[in-house]
Structures are given as structure tokens and as C-alpha cells.
């Protein structure tokens, strides 16, 4: 059968097509079984998917494309060859789409091998079962299942007790989770919960709880399968997946730790799936919005204060978008507490000194002599200050933003004990709220003598015009009609004791910009008072006004000067504002030349 050509090489002539017949017909009989052995379709199905399962685990996937055509091609002459729609067919063509979801590169190449997998592993069972759910083929699939996963596919040969379709699908979610596919696993867990009201009850899992009822043990399953599905919707950033998953869970406690793993997930460090923005957007209800916000509030305090996405900011936008201001202005306050702390910290880095133990973080979730990092500790030290202090303006302008949507009457924040920092030597919520942009609370922060004789004055006001016992009223139209008191002469209600003001947090954020603006002009460390040995910060505002103004920044000097001063001290400040003004003028004019005397002249440069 082979024809020599000048003594060159072989080919094969024209009994090749008969030798490709016989060994076709061979690996027909090898796959489904020679006909007349009695073995039946059960066992020529056996044989094709454990020859299958062979090749895929010995990595011959060009094989097993091989053997999934020539068992899929019909027999001639027989219309009603259904081969190639037969379950355990698809499941080989499931093994061999499987095996493109571990190899793709691009997303989108892994969706498209997970979308064709587990459509042919869920037509492979939709074809079995019928009236017994136990049915030999799945229970022989659910073992060659098990058999790749443990690397010995030759192991499903061993007999074991009958499967059903639940164990099939929740065997299948393994076998994805092994892959790396979450998508797979999550739409198999799916299908494994639509099976677990039709398992029978003695079922692989009652031996793990033995003596319960069918029902418990059905609950047992359906919990565990919940739990399954949530770290998969985890593991692919699904947040409203998750989250449906979370209240599926059976049991508050449950549900609660649930609301915790979402949470911890979608705080993650650098991640990129986009947990901060869906948090926002989940439907929490009022009997879970506590557990979230408790949970943001644990990882706030034991997170960096340059970790993106920040838990604090992550509370404040969680705030927002349910109209709660107040509450998000206390979250970035928390923030900016931590803030001011790692600013400290790189200003001691930056004049070569180590920060005192009073700067030492003191929110909980840290272990004692341990602190977190509040500030890179690589680079460039005053870049690493920078940073800090834009950070640090930023969350203070936050903080007011949202005070700012506030009524007046709600415009102040009540810190905690742990969260309270030292400003000027005493509590930041002690600051005069003086320097508010409103009336209201202007009248409210001022501690002054003149300030207690107007509260005074309007008290006794409004006592006279009450009726007092022992005295004659008038009766009548007039006496039921009760004039209201003049807006200037209304009672004025303090903010409580422990709370910080509007005005004391705009103080605060004007000196942290003007620390920051300086330190962008180039002006040195030390004479920004951001140190851990700066003095306090009242005593501080003469030497930045001026600093201020050798550097030609006149609008930050000016306004450090009326939001810290006061008084005599703010006509001192003042009138160095417009010396300093002046002199710079003259100069500038006798620079450009001839333009003194002429009363005339372009533009003056004042930089």
C-alpha cells in the first residue's frame, strides 16, 4: 500500500482511506463500547466521558477536541441518532470550554469561556435525572468532578453512594472555584439553590448532621450555600450580588457579619472595582445602615490616613446621600483629627526629630505601642508634609461643607473623648465660634463680657413678658394673643459643652491653608508652627502673618488676621498689612520708573 517515490520519502496511496476507516471504527468501539458486548448506553457513555476526563487532566486538549468529533458524528443511515445532544457529550464539550476560561487572557475572552461552560455543564444535567434524582450518569459525573479536582480523574471508578443534582451543581462550583472563575462558581451556587428544596433527604449531607430533621438539614445546606455565594460576588466586585446574598442569609447574626465581609471588601486598599461609589448606592434599610456605619467606623480607625479609598470619606459620601450632613461632618472631623497628627509627625521628620508621645495616635482598633503609619514614610520628607497638609485642608473643608447644609441651630459637631485634639492648650471645643459666616451662630459662639451681658439682658427681656404669680392679667382677645419676641432678642441656645463650632473648625481650616500655602511658597518648616515643639497656635498668628507677607501672600495674612484676632491685636495686624502693602507699592513704582510723580502708570505688581 505505500509507493516508493525516488527513493525519497513514503506517503501513503490509496489504502490509507481504508486504515483511516479501521482505526476509526476501532476508536468508536473504544470510546462507546464494541456493539454486542451488552454493556449498554449507560457504559458507552461511561467510557466516553472517562476517557475524556483523561485527556483533560493530561492537558491533550487537541485530543479531546478530537475525540468530542468523532463521538459526536452520527451513525450513517440513523436519523435518530441523538448523540449530539447527549449529556455526557456536552459534558466533554463543558470540560473542553473549561479549560478556555483558564487560559484567557482578556476579560472579555473570560466571559465568553465561562458563559459557554456553564451553559453546556447545565444542559449536561438538565438532561439527566428524570423521575430518579439520582441517577447514575450525574453520579458518575459528580465523581469525575471530584476526580479532577483531586488530579486522579481514574479515581471515579470507585463506587459511592448516589448523587443528585444539587451535590452535581455544588461539586460544579468547586470545580470553577478551583478554576479562578467566581462568575462560574457564583452561577453554579445559583443553580445549586434551586435544587435544594428537590433534594432528597437522605442526601450526602445528612451524615454531617445527624439526628436533624429533613428541613434543617435543608436550611443547613441553603446557609452554607449563601455564604458561598457572597465571597464569590465578593471575589468579582458583584456589590448589589453581595449584598442580596447578605440578606438571603439566614439568621440577624449572620446577616450582620455578612454586612461586615461587604463592607471590609469594599474598603480594600487600591482596589479598583469600585466598592467606594456602590456603597453609596446600596439600598440599605434603617436596621442595617447602624452595622455599616459601625463597621466603616472600625475600619476608619484602623486604616492609614493615605489609604484610597479612605473609610472616613467613604462614611461621609454614605451620610450624604442620606441627608444626614451633621453625621458627615463628624466622620471627615474624625478624618481630619488623624490628619493633623500625621502632619505633625512629618513636620518632626522634616526638622529631624521624633514626635513626642502626646502625638501618638490614640483611636481604637490599634495595638498599644504599635502605631499605624499616618504618612508615607519614603520620598521626600517636605513632600511627604505636603501632602499631609493638603490632606488635612482638605478634610477640614469637607467637614465645613457639610455643616454648612445644617440648620444653625445644628451647625457643630459633638467629638468623642479619643477624637478631641489640643488647640491653643485647651479642647478645640472651647474655640470662640466668632468667626462664623452667620448671624445666628455668631451670636452663639461669643464668650465675651459683652456677649453674656447681651444673653443676660435678653433673658430678663423675656421674663418680663411672661405673667408672673400674684399678678393681675388682662383678659380678653389681647391677653390669648402673644406677641413674638423681636429676632434679635430670641434665646439663643449653646451648642452642648463637648461640641465643636462652625467657627472654631473655619479657624482651623484658614490656619492649616496658610500652613500650606506658605510651605508651596518655599518659606521654611520651622516657621510654619506645625511641629510637635511649636507653641500654641493663637501665639503663633503674629510670625505666620508676617512670614505671610515676606512671601507676598497679603490675602492669607489678612485673613488669619481677622479670623485669629481680635480687637487691638487685629489693629496691630492690620495696619502691618497695609505697610507692608504700601511699601511694596512705592517699590514697585519706583522699579518701573518715573511713575511716582505722574499720577499716572500701568498696573502695579504686588507679588
Known amino acids: 500500500m505505500q509507493k516508493r517515490i525516488g527513493g525519497g520519502g513514503f506517503f501513503w496511496g490509496r489504502g490509507s482511506a481504508a486504515l483511516t476507516a479501521a482505526g476509526a471504527s476501532l476508536a468508536a468501539d473504544v470510546v462507546c463500547g464494541a456493539s454486542g458486548d451488552g454493556g449498554g448506553a449507560g457504559n458507552e457513555l461511561k467510557r466516553a466521558v472517562e476517557i475524556g476526563a483523561e485527556l483533560y487532566a493530561g492537558g491533550e486538549l487537541d485530543a479531546l477536541g478530537t475525540l468530542l468529533e468523532l463521538s459526536r458524528a452520527p451513525t450513517p443511515g440513523d ?39 456553564t451553559r453546556l455543564f447545565f444542559r449536561a ?31 471515579a471508578a470507585v463506587a459511592s453512594a448516589p448523587a443528585s ?5 455544588e461539586t460544579l462550583m468547586l470545580f470553577f472555584e478551583r478554576l479562578g472563575c467566581g462568575e462560574g462558581a457564583m452561577q453554579c451556587a445559583h443553580a445549586a439553590l434551586r435544587e435544594v428544596d428537590a433534594a432528597p433527604p437522605d442526601d450526602a449531607d445528612a451524615d454531617s448532621m445527624s439526628g436533624s430533621s429533613p428541613e434543617e438539614r435543608r436550611a443547613s445546606r441553603a446557609a452554607r450555600l449563601w455564604a458561598n455565594l457572597l465571597q464569590y460576588a465578593l471575589d468579582v466586585g458583584d456589590w448589589r450580588g453581595a449584598y442580596a446574598a447578605v440578606l438571603s442569609v439566614p439568621g440577624a447574626d449572620a446577616q450582620t457579619a455578612g454586612i461586615r465581609r461587604l463592607v471590609a471588601a469594599m ?47 467613604m462614611l461621609h459620601a454614605l451620610f450624604v446621600s442620606r441627608g444626614r450632613p451633621r453625621d458627615a461632618a463628624g466622620a471627615t472631623l474624625r478624618h481630619a483629627r488623624r490628619l493633623r497628627e500625621a502632619v505633625t509627625v512629618a513636620a518632626d521628620a522634616v526638622e529631624g526629630r521624633a514626635s513626642p508621645a502626646s502625638y501618638r495616635p490614640t483611636t481604637p482598633g490599634r495595638v498599644a505601642g504599635v502605631v499605624a503609619p499616618l504618612a508615607p514614610t519614603t520620598g521626600d520628607p517636605r513632600a511627604r508634609l505636603s501632602r499631609a497638609l493638603e490632606a488635612h485642608v482638605a478634610a477640614l473643608l469637607a467637614t465645613i461643607n457639610a ?24 479642647d478645640a471645643k472651647t474655640v470662640r465660634d466668632e468667626d462664623d459666616v452667620t ?85 521654611e518648616t520651622q516657621s510654619l508652627g506645625a511641629s510637635s515643639s511649636a507653641p500654641r497656635d493663637a501665639e503663633q498668628i503674629p510670625g505666620l502673618v508676617a512670614s505671610a507677607l515676606c512671601h507676598g501672600l497679603f490675602r492669607t495674612a489678612t485673613t488669619l488676621a481677622t479670623h485669629w484676632c481680635e480687637g487691638e491685636a487685629l489693629t496691630k495686624q492690620v495696619t502691618i498689612i497695609a505697610a507692608t502693602l504700601a511699601a511694596r507699592a512705592v517699590l514697585a513704582q519706583t522699579r518701573r520708573g518715573g511713575g511716582g510723580g505722574s499720577g499716572g502708570g500701568g498696573a502695579l505688581s504686588l507679588g
Open 79 to 117: 436519523v435518530s441518532d441523538d448523540a449530539f445532544d447527549a449529556p455526557a457529550l456536552l459534558f466533554l464539550q463543558a470540560l473542553r470550554a473549561s479549560a478556555d476560561v483558564a487560559s484567557a487572557a482578556t476579560d472579555d475572552a473570560l466571559d465568553a469561556a465561562t458563559r459557554r461552560a
Open 125 to 155: 444535567a438538565s438532561g439527566v435525572g428524570g423521575e430518579r434524582e439520582d441517577d447514575e450518569l450525574v453520579q458518575h459525573l459528580v465523581k469525575l468532578l471530584r476526580g479532577l479536582m483531586s488530579g486522579f480523574p481514574a479515581a
Open 165 to 169: 443534582r444539587l451535590e452535581y451543581y
Open 267 to 313: 474598603c480594600e486598599p487600591g482596589d479598583v472595582r469600585q466598592g467606594a461609589e456602590a456603597l453609596v448606592s446600596l439600598p440599605f434599610g434603617d436596621d442595617r445602615l447602624p452595622t455599616v456605619v459601625r463597621a466603616l467606623e472600625g475600619r476608619a480607625a484602623s486604616s492609614p490616613v493615605d489609604a484610597t479609598p479612605h473609610p472616613s470619606l
Open 403 to 426: 455643616l454648612r447644609l445644617c440648620s444653625p441651630k445644628e451647625r457643630s459637631v459633638v467629638e468623642r473623648e479619643r477624637d478631641r485634639v489640643v488647640v491653643d492648650g485647651v
Open 439 to 523: 448671624a445666628t451662630e455668631d451670636e452663639l459662639g461669643r464668650s465675651g463680657d459683652d456677649g453674656a451681658a447681651t444673653a443676660t439682658a435678653t433673658t430678663e427681656t423675656e421674663t418680663e413678658t411672661e405673667p408672673r404669680e400674684g399678678t393681675t392679667t388682662t383678659t380678653g382677645f389681647a391677653a390669648r394673643r402673644k406677641t413674638p419676641p423681636h429676632p434679635k432678642r430670641r434665646r439663643k441656645t449653646p451648642p452642648p459643652p463637648d461640641a465643636t463650632t462652625l467657627g472654631a473648625l473655619l479657624r482651623e481650616y484658614v490656619l492649616a491653608a496658610a500652613r500650606a500655602e506658605l510651605l508651596a511658597a518655599g518659606a
